[in-house]
């Protein structure tokens, strides 16, 4: 069976820092690029981030780019997600996803809940 | 950035009706980069269909998808209990940006 497991959610300050991961199991984590999707309240998915299966190509949304930095460490099945900067409007559960191949996400985690308030 | 809009927001149906959800872009989307999720509360969202058309592995068949170009359309045949849920389109394009629609609403 397919999981994706989050963790490192948490309340914030505005201009603080946090980190994400995503743990991936029953299935070949190395060979998958794996995303973030992002949700605030209330709203629909935001796409956040990507990187490729072996990790050499990243790709960020424009509203989190020279902020946010995806990695993942394949030894561990593990991907990242350091943010920085964090604003108020970051406030949202965070989704681990992975990427179909097929220009859509198949399977997604159960989600990590990020707050930036004072 | 391509912008989706669905409409409608919210969706009042029976269980047994037939339930017809629209995803229109700014401008033209290949099949292929259109997928369609469905979200319960408190779960991530679920992959439906994929490429237009194409529904993802172990989705009923009740669920269908079309449409090309800027117009796109996720068909329920006949709605089940649990189907009441909130669906997105997504679209993908060659900036390797991902964006979603706002959501439809369908309730009982």
Not at chain 1, 32 to 43: F, I, L, M, T
Not at chain 2, 56 to 68: H, L, Q, V, W
Request: aromatic share 12%; glycine share 12%.
């Amino acid at each position: 069976e397919v999981q994706l497991v989050e963790s490192g959610g948490g309340l914030v300050p505005p201009g603080g820092s946090l980190r994400l991961s995503c743990v991936g199991s029953g299935f070949a984590f190395n060979t998958y690029a794996v995303h973030w999707v992002r949700q605030a309240p209330g709203k629909g998915p935001e796409y956040v981030s990507a990187i490729s299966a072996n990790g050499d190509s990243t790709h960020y949304a424009n509203s989190v780019k020279g902020r946010f930095t995806i990695s993942r460490d394949n030894s561990k099945n593990t991907l990242y997600l350091r943010m920085g900067g964090l604003r108020p409007d970051d406030t949202a559960v965070y989704y681990c996803a992975r990427g179909s191949g097929l220009y859509c996400f198949d399977f997604w985690g159960q989600g990590a809940l990020v707050t930036v308030a004072s | 950035e391509i912008v989706l809009t669905q409409s409608p927001g919210t969706l009042s149906l029976s269980p047994g009706e037939r339930a017809t959800l629209s995803c229109r872009a700014s401008q033209s989307v290949s099949r292929i980069y259109l997928a369609w999720y469905q979200q319960k509360p408190g779960q991530a969202p679920r992959l439906l269909i994929y490429g237009a058309s194409n529904r993802a592995t172990g989705i009923p068949d009740r669920f269908s998808g079309s449409g090309s170009g800027i117009d796109f359309t996720l068909t329920i045949s006949r709605l089940e209990p649990e189907d009441f849920a909130v669906y997105y389109c997504q679209q993908y394009d060659t900036s390797h940006m991902y964006t979603f629609g706002q959501g439809t609403k369908l309730e009982i």
